[in-house]
């Protein structure tokens, strides 16, 4: 993908983000989703939600000209924190890692945290290659996996 970048949402950009976030592979991966995300009532209802947050920062993300992904920094129990979903059609093609370098620029605050289901090498190393080190895991009920699993707390300074 040559070009990414980010933008503010726009109206209809709901329903790309929501389809994205049904796709079961992907769902698996993130782990902590929606109990249902085939409840597009639910999923309209939390997006109201965040995209009214302050103190949020919610883009979408665009390659080659089209929504890929979201990406956001949020606050949470007084840390940020860094989330983001892209579109299984471009995953291992740099978006991520673009994506995430955009936002870094954009949200200076420090120290940013993200968390990963620990087995989700991917992001992982999205974040690890972005300066995010590794301090600590937790578990979690992830609602993708009807289970608690661990995920991998990480940290930019």
């Known amino acids: 993908m040559r070009d990414v970048s980010l933008r503010e949402f726009e109206d209809g950009d709901l329903g790309t983000v929501f389809e994205f976030m049904r796709d079961p592979e992907s769902v698996w991966m993130a782990a902590f989703t929606a109990e249902d995300p085939d409840d597009r009532e639910a999923f309209d ?46 995953w291992g093609r740099g978006v991520a890692g673009r994506a995430v370098a955009l936002l870094l620029d954009l949200v200076p605050v420090r120290p940013l945290y993200g968390r990963v289901a620990s087995d989700n090498a991917g992001s992982m190393r999205v974040l690890t290659r972005a300066g995010f080190e590794k301090v600590g895991t937790d578990v979690g009920y992830a609602n993708a996996r009807k289970a608690e699993i661990e995920e991998t707390i990480l940290k930019l300074s």
């Open 45 to 90: 209802a939390h997006w109201r939600k965040v995209l009214a947050m302050p103190g949020t920062t919610n883009r979408v993300i665009v390659g080659d000209g089209r929504v890929v992904g979201t990406i956001a920094s949020f606050e949470m129990e007084g840390d940020t924190e860094i989330t983001y979903w892209i579109d299984r059609s471009v």
